[in-house]
Every structure is written in structure tokens, then in C-alpha cells.
């Protein structure tokens, strides 16, 4: 019996991009980039705790980027981890509006 050739209406839109009937589920404002380096690297190199608070955050922040505000917080709070945790918990609720307003349009 001879296979009968694929109907899919989307497939042929597919083969160019695989990913295109996923696009309308990441509608963000947030930049996108090519990741430079190894992000598992870097994630490994990050200090327990703060990846104890990245598992948990609602964000998909890079290593390299909350890495980077984690740092700048210590050196702000002077190595008050509570505080410095509550800074970023903080820092995504603000983030996490300002994509709901622009993305579904409220708060």
C-alpha cells in the first residue's frame, strides 16, 4: 500500500520555520538574542542560592543577566541576601506588569 503524502495545510509553512505555529504563544516585549557561550555554563557557575530564586522566578532570566543584577544588588544592599532577593522579586513583579499591560492590555 502506497503512503499517502502529507495534508497538513501548515506543513508546507513548517518546513522554512518549524517553530511558526508556536509564535503566536510568545508574544513578548522583551529583547531577543543569540546566546553567545554555554547558558548550562554559566547556570552552573551561578551561586546556589541565586539559583535557588531563578528556578523559582516567573521570568526567564539569563544566567548572565541575573547574574548581573544579583551583583549590583549585593553591592547595594551590601550583602543583605533577603534584601537583595526581595530587590529582584520586586524588580520581575515590575517587569511582569509592564508585559501585561502591553501584551493583554491590563494590568
Given at each position: 500500500?502506497?503512503?499517502?503524502?502529507?495534508?497538513?495545510?501548515?506543513?508546507?509553512?513548517?518546513?522554512?520555520?518549524?517553530?511558526?505555529?508556536?509564535?503566536?504563544?510568545?508574544?513578548?516585549?522583551?529583547?531577543?538574542?543569540?546566546?553567545?557561550?554555554?547558558?548550562?555554563?554559566?547556570?552552573?557557575?551561578l551561586p546556589?542560592?541565586?539559583?535557588?530564586?531563578?528556578?523559582?522566578?516567573?521570568?526567564?532570566w539569563s544566567?548572565?543577566?541575573?547574574?548581573?543584577?544579583?551583583?549590583s544588588a549585593?553591592?547595594?544592599?551590601?550583602?543583605?541576601?533577603?534584601?537583595?532577593?526581595?530587590?529582584?522579586?520586586?524588580?520581575?513583579?515590575?517587569?511582569?506588569?509592564?508585559?501585561?499591560?502591553?501584551?493583554?492590555?491590563?494590568?
Amino acid at each position: 500500500m502506497a503512503s499517502c503524502p502529507r495534508r497538513d495545510v501548515n506543513h508546507i509553512a513548517h518546513k522554512k520555520d518549524p517553530f511558526a505555529r508556536y509564535k503566536s504563544n510568545t508574544r513578548t516585549s522583551l529583547r531577543r538574542r543569540k546566546r553567545s557561550g554555554n547558558p548550562m555554563a554559566d547556570y552552573d557557575r551561578l551561586p546556589s542560592d541565586l539559583r535557588g530564586w531563578l528556578s523559582q522566578a516567573a521570568l526567564p532570566w539569563s544566567p548572565r543577566s541575573v547574574f548581573r543584577v544579583w551583583r549590583s544588588a549585593m553591592k547595594t544592599y551590601e550583602n543583605d541576601r533577603e534584601a537583595v532577593y526581595l530587590y529582584m522579586s520586586e524588580l520581575e513583579a515590575k517587569k511582569l506588569k509592564k508585559e501585561a499591560k502591553k501584551i493583554w492590555g491590563f494590568e
